[in-house]
């Protein structure tokens, strides 16, 4: 079985360039998550979805970042622009359903703003 | 709100030895799970090991078993007979309740084991 794929795997931009990354979940399941790694830090739940519904965005800054789950299969997550401090690993993660204790991971895109 | 404790930035441990990762934790929920994931190098996290505040007993999984101490708010995570593809980052998470709408994952930050030869 494949797990959750993610691309690119790093990304470089200069400050105010948009960047997207991408996330194809674990086939069959309904719930994704994106996450932030900042440096030294432990993930952070930017959004969730239950299929094509975005259930938790609370920690998404919509000012800049905007994410979409067209299907309800794979994601997008766009931030536009970047600032330097959005350097961070971005994670995307699927479960089976709400409430399935178990979150598969991806391998991450290593974002450096410049 | 949910907050996840770890005290430990680094452990060494030498090889075919045992090891304990401490998390402290707090919420005022009345059940929620707890999880250990590592994270090696490759970034990709990977998961370790499930404990629910209702198991009356504590999880193990092959080398990884979880000291839940419910009364502390403490899971440590052991991992028994060290080797040398244990050496990662390892990471304390902890998920509320659902009917409380809390059910993301809350992580701490982390501790880097690195196992010697």
């Known amino acids: 079985e494949a797990g959750v794929v993610q691309s690119p795997r790093y990304k470089i931009i200069e400050k105010k360039q948009p960047v997207a990354f991408w996330c194809n979940p674990i086939?069959?399941?309904?719930?994704l998550y994106w996450y932030r790694q900042n440096l030294g830090q432990g993930p952070e739940l930017l959004i969730r979805?239950?299929?094509?519904?975005?259930?938790?965005d609370s920690q998404l800054p919509k000012d800049r970042f905007s994410a979409e789950r067209l299907k309800g299969v794979d994601s997008t997550l766009k931030i536009q622009p970047a600032e330097l401090g959005d350097s961070a690993v971005y994670l995307c993660?699927?479960?089976?359903?709400?409430?399935?204790?178990?979150?598969?991971f991806g391998p991450g895109t290593r974002l450096t703003v410049t | 709100a949910q907050k996840i404790t770890q005290t430990q930035p680094g452990m060494f441990v030498q090889e075919k030895e045992a090891v304990t990762l401490d998390c402290t934790y707090d919420?005022?929920?009345?059940?929620?799970?707890l999880f250990w994931y590592k994270q090696p190098s490759s970034g990709e996290m990977i998961f370790l090991i499930y404990?629910?505040?209702?198991?009356?007993q504590n999880a193990t999984e092959g080398r990884y078993s979880l000291n839940f101490q419910k009364a502390r708010k403490s899971a440590n995570l052991v991992i028994s007979a060290s080797q040398l593809g244990d050496s990662a980052m390892y990471f304390c998470?902890?998920?509320?309740?659902?009917?409380?709408?809390?059910?993301?994952?809350?992580f701490g930050k982390g501790t880097k084991l690195t196992v010697n030869p």
């Open positions: 919420t005022s929920d009345q059940s929620y799970g």
């Open positions: 979805y239950e299929n094509e519904e975005a259930v938790d």
């Open positions: 404990q629910g505040s209702y198991d009356e």
């Open positions: 086939s069959g399941h309904n719930t």
């Open positions: 998470a902890m998920r509320g309740s659902l009917q409380g709408g809390s059910e993301k994952l809350v």
């Open positions: 993660a699927s479960s089976l359903e709400l409430g399935a204790y178990e979150q598969y």
